[in-house]
């Protein structure tokens, strides 16, 4: 598996990451060495094993249906670059 | 019935499947401890997790996941005691982590069946392919300042159920009859309040147009519907435009798009089209959801009764049509009420009254038959009254309205007002004796019964003379004999 720079661009570009030009090349070359990389796990037979999601032996732990939260507006919004009526105040996003 | 739709080259079929997102009805969150109730102050309901503070970890509502599983027990769907949930990643203003917590390869319920109740007791099965678990997303209002969109995070991480049917269906009445049933069974499970208006059951609908029996066409997916009205007739729009774009010799590109209400119309929501490389991957914060089969087993076992076994049930012991337990069953409140003024009467006349003048007397006063201004109870002593001749049915039609607006007892109203039915054959008789002598033109006109039809004129005569309250079978019978 390897990926070419315009696949690169797409990649920084969902995860909003700006990337210059000149620096795709060298980018895709890098991904490129640690694709290469873990590439060597297909060495390894897995036919029969189950992909793995978690490496710890444990139970989900689960909480209660009760409120316990919330209540907080001030903390919530504390980071917040704008904040307007107890609503976050972002530029305009719409359809 | 024909289901097809005509156009130029000759006869289509539609193909829908329906993703519904149903709210999970809970206290809280379904990964934190903040409060899911609608309406309460912006960002009041959020907790760090839900505002997606670093270094907050999400911890699964264990009540939501039972919700899950009842859901896929009463839609007869496999449930699968190993499931995982993975990151949806896109970028949103009302998403503060970049990414929503969903199942995307291995949800905890798999294929169900839901069937559908059509036109004349007709039933059709529709395939669920699969339900997961998701977080729904803060929420965006975008007209309340000139430049800035305003952010609320009290939705976000409520907990959704995302239910996939199967592209069974082959009419907008189809997908209304599923959106209906669905919301049906929800409510009678409380596993989520069915509420479209509120927003807390949307559906996005696939529509796809087809030659009979040839292959599947290419889809299109409108999001984000919010009323079973206008789930109808946005396939009836979307299958008319994909007919016309293939017969002008164009193609279906599959896009999301968008309903609007008020022209009636779907449109292309191209904006989003890039957003669907969500790059799915197991979330790292959450093990896998592994569920005991006993505990599964418990759920089951604490089913109420569902929609179809209660429809089935009410035409075997009360004997009603396909149609008025479709009434009945359809909420859950009315089976309640129905049941309850049923219990040891006649089962068709109470079918009469729920479906009949109860039924007008809410949609005239806009309340839901939870706060019927008559009580199941109240409705049972009229039916009652009429039972054993204490008042006529026409008098009980009276009462009826009486008890509307003042939500009073039938006896209690009966006896104030005087209108007990007079079965004491002389007084009766007394009326009766009288009319006849009064008008012999029209004792001419029915000439010994030559003219029957004029019996129906004396007897109206006398419920005047009697205020309504005489034994209309006893007039009949009196009026036979003396005009003989």
Not at chain 2, 79 to 93: G, V
Not at chain 2, 297 to 303: H, M, Q, T, V
Not at chain 2, 314 to 322: A, E, I, K, T
């Amino acid at each position: 598996m390897s990926v070419d720079t315009k696949t690169v661009a797409r990649i920084a570009h969902l995860a909003r990451l700006k990337v210059p030009e000149d620096r795709l090349d060298p980018l895709a070359g890098e991904l490129n060495q640690l694709l290469a990389w873990v590439e060597q796990l297909g060495e390894v037979n897995t036919d029969n094993v189950p992909p793995l999601t978690s490496v710890v032996h444990a139970r989900l732990p689960r909480r209660d249906d009760v409120v316990t939260d919330g209540d907080r507006q001030a903390d919530v919004l504390a980071n917040a670059p704008d904040a307007q009526n107890g609503f976050f105040a972002v530029p305009k996003v719409i359809e | 019935m024909s289901k097809l739709i005509s156009g130029a080259t000759g006869e289509w079929e539609v193909v829908i499947g329906l993703e519904v997102h149903a709210q999970v009805t809970s206290n809280s969150k379904l990964f934190s401890g903040a409060a899911t109730e609608f309406g309460a102050e912006p960002n009041t309901q959020v907790s760090l997790v839900d505002a997606a503070m670093p270094g907050m970890l999400p911890v699964i509502n264990a009540y939501c996941v039972e919700q899950a599983v009842r859901t896929g027990l009463a839609l007869d769907a496999q449930i699968n005691l190993y499931s995982i949930f993975d990151r949806k990643n896109y970028f949103y203003a009302d998403l503060p982590q970049g990414y929503q917590i969903s199942q995307y390869k291995q949800p905890v319920v798999g294929e169900g069946i839901i069937t559908l109740d059509l036109k004349d007791g007709e039933t059709k099965e529709v395939g669920i392919e699969r339900l997961h678990l998701e977080q729904d997303a803060g929420k965006s209002m975008h007209d309340q300042h000139p430049t800035m969109t305003y952010v609320d995070l009290n939705r976000s991480g409520v907990a959704l159920m995302e239910i996939v049917s199967k592209p069974d269906m082959r009419s907008s009445e189809e997908a209304g009859a599923y959106l209906k049933k669905l919301r049906t069974i929800l409510r009678y499970i409380g596993t989520c309040d069915g509420n479209m208006e509120q927003g807390s059951m949307r559906a996005d609908v696939n529509v796809s147009v087809r030659k009979p029996g040839g292959p599947l066409g290419t889809r299109c997916e409108i999001k984000n519907v919010n009323s079973v009205r206008f789930v109808q007739q946005a396939i009836e729009y979307e299958a008319r435009r994909q007919i016309d774009v293939i017969e002008d010799g164009g193609k279906i590109v599959q896009e999301t798009r968008l309903y609007d209400v008020a022209q009636g119309v779907t449109r292309s929501m191209r904006s989003k089209e890039e957003a669907h490389d969500y790059r799915y991957f197991p979330d790292p914060d959450l093990l896998p959801l592994e569920l005991d089969p006993a505990w599964v087993d418990e759920i089951k076992a604490g089913l109420p009764e569902l929609p179809d076994e209660k429809k089935n049930r009410l035409m075997r012991d009360f004997g009603l049509s396909v149609y008025d337990a479709g009434v009945m069953v359809s909420e859950p409140e009315i089976g309640v009420y129905f049941e309850e003024v049923a219990k040891g009467r006649d089962p068709k006349q109470a079918s009469n009254w729920v479906t009949g003048s109860l039924f007008a007397a809410l949609n005239a006063k806009g309340v839901s038959i939870t706060e019927s201004p008559v009580t199941a109870a109240n409705l049972g002593k009229l039916i009652d009254l009429i039972a054993d001749n204490t008042i006529s049915g026409r008098i009980a039609k009276d009462v009826f309205e009486i008890m509307v607006e003042t939500g009073g007892d039938p006896a209690a109203i009966v006896e104030e007002k005087g209108l007990k039915q007079i079965t004491d054959t002389g007084f009766i008789e007394g009326i009766v004796d009288r009319i006849i002598a009064e008008n012999p033109g029209q004792v001419a006109q029915y000439d010994g019964g030559a003219n029957p039809k004029v019996i129906g004129w004396f007897v109206g005569q006398v419920m005047k003379q009697s205020q309504g309250k005489a034994n209309p079978a006893q007039v009949n019978e009196l009026l036979k004999k003396k005009l003989g």
